[in-house]
């Protein structure tokens, strides 16, 4: 049970109050700037946590006497809602986005912490409404999902979904593994949380933020809210020799890059082990949805260019509506976790390079053939092969399977893999962000 335990803590006209769990939240504060722009510092102290390395959702609602219904749940953060550890934390509340034009001299603003969990709606959102020739794009928080009446959250923004750090198991030790490669099952823990992009990276984003619209599918009228494909690798995502790394450099043009420079924070793809976590939301069969089979998997994704005969390969016009080639993102249920599209529409590419490759560390795929034992943060080498024909031996994998493949019931799981090498392009690939919390 939870209970609540009211603090008559006043700073300008504000109160605070803290929701007393199993974890104490206590000498909570909330201060709005001043001269008033809108936002509130919110402070408070937590303690009895789980570990120093268990990450909090931080909860902030506002309520005042007289007040009509229940308190106002702050949506609009401006900090990252997530706390870990024993002791001062504290979130700035843009109470005017949320409020606006209130007036009160008694508001009581209240803090409440909980272990974060994967079903939580934890969400980042970029601002790239300033386009390409912007210095910096705005980054702000909620505690609720994106609108999907609204094309804004496809277009103009950026909405990333919170991972929380946990084990799974990879791969599958299933024998149906025709015209696709999958992982032998094996243990993975990821350590830390990570945030993933709720939907693919669209053709106005990647327009917003490098200004070029590259893909296959060039119709302006649909075109906008469809992902971005027939993106290179090393040419238009991020430099080939340079995964994992602290830094992007040299490299200024590519889509990490930029986005990295003007949010300040680390974004990169996933790594396949974070891909398939996400995707799998839990579940440890080849669907995360009990309703797809390999015979209907297609209603339920855009795979086969909305073909209903397995098999089928066709080539649509390129100015086409989104009846045939990739749909619109967020066109089809998400899954249990809140993420858009993991299977069909594009293959994702990840950022894991070569399997094979001598220059793995001990985290690394090594042989995948032989991929037995626990992993820990598992990822792919720096480097790969030079070899023009991507294969399991040479590529960069791609993982939900594409709209034009002709075999939706072997690509469009949690755990099959196709493979691109880093100067190639195909409409069949795009790509999903990341950023791994610290």
Sequence with gaps: MTQAKRIGICALGLCAAADILATEVSNVSARQRWPWNNLVDVTFQLSGAESSETFYRIDVSASYPGMAGAAVAAKSLVSEPLVKGNGSHAVVWDMGADLPGLVASNLTVSVSAAPLAPTDPVYMIVDLSDGASATSYPVRYSLTGPDLSDDTCRTTEMWFKLCPAGTFTMGTDSADNANALRLPAHTVTLTKPFWLGVFEVTQEQFYRVCGEWPSYYTNETYRATRPVESVKYDTYIRPAGQWYSGTINGYES?????????????????????????????????????????????????????????????????????????????????????????????????????????????????????????????????????????????????????????????????????????????????????????
């Design 254 to 438: 590519r889509f990490m890059a930029r986005l990295r420079t003007r949010t300040g924070l680390a974004f990169d793809l996933p790594t396949e082990a974070q891909w398939e976590y996400a995707c799998r939301a839990g579940t440890t069969g080849d669907y995360y949805d009990s309703r797809f089979t390999k015979v209907n998997i297609q209603n339920y994704c855009r795979a086969i260019n909305g073909s209903t005969t397995i098999g089928a390969t066709i080539t649509p016009d390129r100015n086409d509506d989104t009846t045939k080639g990739t749909a619109k993102v967020g066109s089809y249920d998400p899954n249990p976790w809140g993420f858009y599209d993991m299977y069909g529409n594009v293959a994702e590419i990840c950022g894991d390079g070569n399997p094979y490759s001598s220059n793995c560390d001990s985290t690394c795929i090594s042989d995948f053939a032989n991929y037995t034992g626990d992993y820990v943060n598992p990822r792919g080498p720096v480097q790969k092969t030079s070899n023009p024909t991507p294969s399991p031996s040479n590529g960069y994998p791609a993982r939900g399977g594409a709209h034009n493949q002709s075999y939706p019931s072997s690509h469009m799981t949690s755990v099959s893999r196709i493979f691109m090498y880093d100067s190639g392009s195909s409409r069949a690939y795009g790509f999903r962000a990341s950023m791994t919390a610290e």
